[in-house]
């Protein structure tokens, strides 16, 4: 029997240096904040680097190739790399939804890579797309998560996700931080990743969906505090939902200021560790009853 997502995902990633971006922190206090909203990659957890070092060597292609012949499947015959050619599909996608009017949309990464290899989706499919995503965009918990997430719990706020992500991405914390979400003290119908609704970050339909279900809840959305690392993709359309927000600067690889980008909304503050986000509710991390 093969090993399980979650030995999958603790057998391929391990933790790396995550540094701070050169930038001064902004920690007003936000009063009246009941629910706490995250991004996940470049917030929660960092993303894109940490590759194992036993994997630095080789090429994509060479890493997959017994994981297929594990599963009796071959690489496809393509004058294109293997990245190309999902780059391609993904890029198929997008197009036909944009036709249909979905401007940010989002794929099924497993449909995806069942095309690509002309096999239906299962648990071979789950198992490649988990170790190219291991293998291609490492993830580790930023420092400080547990602490900032276990202080959130215990002041009885209401937590939620907001991200782009894939099946894989809620399978990160049971393998990484040895909890599920639930078990952390998310609620489950304020966690939203965009493969399992189509609509992809920065476009406004997670964010509108998840102010829709605050409301129906009782929360206001000028109680609700989003924390992303883009402020284009988080902090603006969070910001247009009348949500607080904050841009999180801890990680400098990951953090996204688009200067390109003109009448993009400002945060409300900026968090240069996740340590800092529980003095914005106007309590220090390291406070006790």
């Not at 936000?30 to 991004?39: A, E, H, R, S, Y």
């Not at 944009?98 to 789950?126: C, N, Y």
Request: hydrophobic letters at 40%; one cysteine or more.
């Amino acid at each position: 029997m093969g090993l399980s997502h979650l030995e999958t995902i603790r057998s391929l990633l391990f933790a790396g240096t995550t540094v701070p971006a050169a930038c001064d922190a902004v920690l007003p206090h936000l009063p009246g904040i009941k629910t706490v909203i995250f991004d996940v990659y470049g917030t929660l957890l960092s993303s894109g680097r940490c590759r194992h070092p036993a994997l630095k060597d080789s090429s994509i292609e060479d890493l997959l190739r017994p994981i297929l012949q594990e599963h009796k499947l071959t690489l496809p015959k393509t004058p294109n790399s293997l990245e190309a050619s999902l780059a391609a599909l993904i890029q198929k996608e997008h197009q036909a939804s944009k036709a249909q009017g979905v401007t940010h949309s989002e794929v099924e990464i497993r449909s995806i890579w069942s095309e690509l290899l002309h096999h239906p989706v299962g648990h071979a499919i789950e198992d490649i797309a988990l170790r190219y995503e291991c293998i291609t965009n490492p993830a580790w918990p930023m420092p400080g998560v547990s602490q900032l997430i276990t202080e959130l719990k215990a002041r009885s706020l209401s937590l939620g996700i907001v991200s782009n992500a894939q099946f894989y991405t809620p399978l990160l914390f049971p393998a990484l931080l040895h909890a599920t979400l639930p078990d952390l003290g998310f609620t489950e119908s304020l966690c939203l990743f965009s493969y399992q609704y189509g609509f992809a970050k920065p476009g406004d339909d997670l964010y509108r969906l998840l102010k829709e279900r605050l409301i129906a809840q009782g929360n206001f959305p000028d109680q609700v505090l989003y924390i992303g690392n883009d402020a284009h993709k988080d902090v603006h359309p969070a910001a247009k939902a009348g949500f607080k927000t904050a841009l999180f600067a801890g990680d400098e690889n990951s953090l996204d200021l688009h200067p390109e980008k003109s009448g993009l909304l400002p945060p409300d503050a900026v968090v240069t560790h996740l340590k800092q986000i529980p003095r914005l509710l106007g309590k220090r991390l390291d406070q006790t009853n």
